[in-house]
């Protein structure tokens, strides 16, 4: 089931951020909703018509959990990211995004600059759908819980993963857990954790990785709370 929450209520003066161009009949974003409306996720859908019937709501999360995206859906879900200005959480689980899903959502993703968590987990990023992902993230200065748990991603993920941190100075919490990541990707990773003032939370559990190897990387971040059992 999927849970679209939108926090503020209803208000009958659209604020300043929303295009006018989206109210009107032959907008490009009322064209695409009815091109699209019968694909659309019923999540998905409430956003395209809180926005172009003018009644957008100071949406703060957006959860879709076990429903089909795939490319089609992550381009339709790209759509509406730059309008989506109060957005902080952002949660995508089991809904078939592979690569090709990952550069439609990555087309738009790095301008919800105001993301503190942004979950996409048990999908089928790869290594290629990950790099699409992480170089969103730079843009994301508020972002403080990053997964993308259950992805296939390997050593070369891990890589990309590694060079995105590097530019978020406020995370706190990191999950990759559930992926074919070696020792060697996650000490790279927990190399640049280990610099980060603010970060609490490590999950790595579930890689290509022995129990002495798990205990290795834990010594290298004494004061995270790790988590790979």
């Not at 996720?41 to 999360?61: A, D, M, Q, T």
């Not at 992480?134 to 890589?159: H, T, W």
């Not at 100075?169 to 000490?187: H, M």
């Amino acid at each position: 089931m999927g849970t679209c929450s939108c926090l503020g209520g209803a208000n009958n003066k659209a604020p300043n951020t929303l295009p006018e161009v989206i109210i009107q009949e032959h907008s490009s974003l009322s064209l695409y909703y009815k091109k699209y409306e019968s694909e659309m996720v019923p999540e998905i859908k409430e956003i395209y018509s809180s926005l172009i019937s003018h009644r957008l709501n100071y949406i703060k999360k957006l959860i879709i959990f076990d429903q089909e995206l795939g490319e089609t859906g992550s381009e339709i879900l790209a759509k509406v990211f730059p309008e989506l200005k109060y957005l902080t959480n952002l949660q995508l689980k089991n809904n078939g995004i592979g690569y090709r899903g990952a550069m439609k959502l990555a087309d738009t993703l790095g301008t919800v600059n105001t993301l503190e968590v942004l979950s996409i987990t048990e999908n089928i990023l790869t290594d290629e759908g990950v790099e699409y992902i992480c170089c969103c993230l730079p843009f994301m200065e508020r972002l403080k819980d990053l997964s993308v748990a259950q992805n296939e991603i390997s050593y070369v993920g891990a890589e990309h993963i590694k060079e995105a941190l590097i530019n978020i100075e406020n995370l706190e919490v990191l999950d990759i857990s559930g992926n074919f990541i070696n020792r060697r990707g996650i000490v790279k990773i927990a190399s640049v954790l280990r610099g980060m003032g603010n970060f609490k939370t490590f999950d790595y559990k579930n890689n290509d990785m022995s129990e002495i190897d798990c205990e290795a990387v834990k010594k290298l971040l004494p004061h995270v709370f790790c988590s790979f059992i």
